[in-house]
């Protein structure tokens, strides 16, 4: 049983995002990255004027946040929970019913952030091997959320990652979050922040100045061959 006024709530969402404008100005927020209301409405195709009134709109439907700072006014998404709903409409939009075939340009495909956690095939072949080695496993409620196993918080940690302070954070810990360029899932939620975060600290992957995608470093290569097992051509070897 849906909740009263869901359906309603759900259908002006929808119509919100369904602009596509306002569609155009939410995914480039999908990189975590605020910007301006000037910087949006060149991505959005439109006047300054009307990117103003569409992101005031959106802010009605919680869909971005503003924040003053000086002169200026900085939009972003509202959480991560606005950053899934756009992922899972891409997979919808690219057919998610049909036979497969990525057409997703190289270097995002490769690596990218996904709001604000690690997305593409490089995540997604770090949470297969994050469960054939047994550090990771769904958590057994019947949901997409997983859990680390003993030695998946030992190994973590050893990372630089506190996982206690990553627990308790106010969010979901850590989730199957489906890859729209892969069609299988990466982690999701506050454990795929801390290992975006621990990638891009020890500069095993590099940002993109002017998109969401990351670039695998000869750093990073060497790590995730050596620590995790993971080789370029996909094949993974005992760690």
Known sequence: MIAPHVDIGAAGIAATIGEPARARMLYR????????ST??????????????????KMARQRLVIVRSQGK????SL???SVARALEALTVVAGGAYRKFTPRTPTQLRSARTCYDHMAGSWAVRLRERFEEL???SPDGRGNDDYELTPSGSKALAALGIDIEATRALRRRFAYACVDWSERRPHIGGALGHALLETALRQRWFVRDLD????????????HLQSRFGLRMSGEATPV
């Open 29 to 36: 927020l999908l990189d975590g990255h605020a910007r301006t």
């Open 39 to 56: 910087e949006l409405a060149v991505v959005g195709e439109i006047s300054a004027s009307t990117a103003s009134a569409h992101l005031a």
């Open 72 to 75: 200026h006014r900085y939009y």
């Open 78 to 80: 509202a959480g991560p």
């Open 134 to 136: 047994e550090w990771l």
């Open 211 to 222: 998109s969401r995608a990351l670039t695998l470093t000869a750093a990073g290569r060497r």
